[in-house]
């Protein structure tokens, strides 16, 4: 429920189908993680009054009982579109190095958890080009076809399992297509699948109450993932297949490898990228077509030509990864705001998504809305935009091509099970029927 306050005003966009409760500033807290179990229409005013308002605001960092980890010093959010661009387009004034979530974690766990997006030149230049080999064209085109394949086997198996034509969306169909994917292209064995989706769920399941994920939980669960990529890197070492492990590990860049250890790493965030980001994209877009019939209507009379602009409108109004963090490097100004050395800066991608100076009617979910200015869902730029930006759009178009074509009723029946957590805007269960 909203605070009393919040209840003087609601604003209703001049066209859009949500309504954003009225925020004052005096009561926003995002540090909280009780905001991120308030509802959408609370969040989202909330963000428009620091945009308006306040968008330079600072936050204390929460403090949460029996944590090892220090409570840090407070940031800066950034709500703004122009301002998140900024940042991330100028490595050299902001860092990564320093951490890319809030809290400040050792070097060794940033890069543990965070591999190439907790690092900074010349170290991420490096790690990057080596690993981008595994995302050249040629690569990404050969798994074009098990992409297509791989939506076509899903839809025949919930058909199958279900044949009165209900499931849970996000479980049998949105969780386990990218999951695949990313665990196919990778070499892993079908029958490990169910454990590398345990990891992932546990990785970034800390914060919501129903998980009761603990720090301890997430250290033993990043342990075991990388125990695992050491020993699938050592062994694509010695016994190359096709596969994107084996080009990473004998990708080189300037005479030099990917060591066992810096590939446990990337495995780490690859596959828990690579499977969640994508598995709440399709999700939240199956919301928002049920939401929405008439965009629906719109994207599928004619699908191969709107199919650009609707996939960039799913990830623009799901930002499907919330937040990361840099650190400045030296003193600077951005719009005129003073920033000092050392402080954290922390990129509400969310909100700069929303931003009504960049986009028209930004609360309007549009599949024809035309994608410039981008989107920054897979980050705005710079040297960490998404390796697999690519890969996801395409996931993302072939899994809503096969509904289209075999499940053309297919609606959510009931509301989503939100994730409560301010880095993943995840959906953990949503009832769908299609007959």
Known sequence: MFAESSLTCVIRPT???VNIAKVPLSEINISDPEFWAKDRAYREGAFHTLRQESPFQFFEEWEFEDSPIPRGPGYIALTRHDDIWHVSRHPEL?????????????????????SIIAMDDPKHFRLRSIVSKGFAPKEIKRVEDF???????????????????????????????PLEIICEMMGIPRADFAQIFKWTNTILGVGDPELVTSIDDLLMAGLEMFNYAQALGEDRLQNPVDDITSVMMHAEVDGERLTTQEFGSFFIL????????????????????????????????????????????????????????????????INGF??????????WYNSG??????????????????????????????????????????EIAVMFDEIRRRLPKMRITGEPAMLQSNFINGIKRMPCAWN
């Open 338 to 347: 003073h920033i000092k050395e050392g402080q954290k800066l922390v990129m």
């Open 94 to 114: 902001f860092c990564s190095g320093k951490g890319s979530n809030i809290a400040d974690l050792t070097v060794e766990l940033n890069e543990f958890f965070g």
């Open 147 to 177: 992409v297509t394949n791989k939506a076509t086997e899903l839809v025949d198996n919930i058909i199958a399992k279900f044949p009165n034509g209900e499931c849970d969306f996000v479980n049998e169909i949105a969780a386990p297509f």
């Open 15 to 17: 066209i859009g189908y």
């Open 270 to 333: 690859l596959v828990v990228a690579g499977n969640e980001t994508t598995r709440n994209a399709i999700s939240h877009g199956m919301k928002l077509l049920t939401d929405h019939p008439d965009q629906r209507d719109i994207w599928w009379n004619d699908f191969d030509k709107n199919t650009k602009t609707a996939v960039e409108e799913i990830v623009r109004y799901s930002s499907p990864v919330i937040h990361f963090r840099r650190t400045a490097t030296q003193d600077t100004d």
């Open 353 to 394: 998504n929303r931003d009504e100076t960049i986009f028209t009617n930004p609360h309007l979910f549009d599949v024809l809305r035309i994608p410039q200015p981008s989107q920054i869902g897979f980050g705005a730029g710079g040297p960490h935009f998404c390796l697999g930006a690519n890969l996801a759009r395409r």
